[in-house]
């Protein structure tokens, strides 16, 4: 079992580009959830795909979307990147058989210039 | 609103020495408690689970503690190794969602 895996693992965009990110979760887990550590802080939930949908938003902008495919891996794409937005980018996965708890991927580091 | 407060902020202990790292919520109601280790630049690894009626849980030298009335929380570890040097996060969850608070820096010195 490979565990969560997310690509790429680091990424270089210039302001005003768009980025996408990718995510494919552990074996049997069917819902993602996404999260934006900036340095020196904790994460910060971003939302939570289940089903194909959006199940659950954290306070970030429209700026900040995502998609979730029939195979459960999922994407996280955001617009008009500005340098705020450069972070560690966790994407986590879980299912109904592990009560809810959550495996995080190993990240992509976003720099934005 | 879901608030996670974790100190210390930082802590640098020697190798062999014991340390606690304390988490305290401001949410209610909530379900599971978990403490995470996040190496640096890396994806944080669970370390323990609790449930609300769970008092302690205990993974090697990691051992979690639980009070649910005062909604504090406690990382003990014992015979600190230089591996231990991460960061150590205690998100409160709420339905789906977890809330991490800033985490605490542990270093361990030879």
């Known amino acids: ?113 | 609103k879901n608030q996670v407060e974790q100190s210390p902020q930082s802590l640098i202990i020697l190798e062999g020495k014991n340390c606690t790292l304390q988490c305290n919520y401001t949410v209610s109601p909530f379900s599971n408690l978990r403490w995470y280790k996040q190496d640096t630049g890396r994806g944080p690894v669970s370390l323990t689970i609790m449930t609300f009626s769970e008092n302690t849980k205990s993974n090697g030298r990691y051992t979690a503690t639980l009070d649910a009335d005062t909604k504090q929380s406690s990382l003990h570890i014992t015979a600190s190794q230089l591996s231990d040097s991460a960061s150590y996060i205690c998100p409160s969850e709420s339905g789906n969602m977890l809330t991490f608070g800033g985490g605490t820096r542990l270093m361990v010195k030879p």
Not at chain 1, 70 to 79: A, D, F, G, K
């Open chain 1, 1 to 113: 079992d490979a565990g969560v895996t997310q690509s790429p693992t680091h990424l270089i965009k210039t302001r005003g580009q768009q980025v996408t990110l990718r995510c494919s979760p552990k074996s049997g887990h069917d819902t993602v959830s996404w999260y934006q550590q900036a340095l020196g802080q904790g994460p910060q939930f971003i939302f939570q795909y289940y089903e194909e949908e959006e199940r659950q938003r954290g306070n970030f902008p429209d700026r900040f979307s995502g998609h979730q495919f029939p195979n459960y891996s999922s994407e996280l794409n955001v617009n008009a990147l500005l340098l705020g937005d450069s972070a560690l980018y966790l994407c986590a996965s879980s299912g109904d058989q592990t009560g809810g708890e959550q495996y995080f991927g190993p990240g992509t580091r976003l720099t934005v210039t």
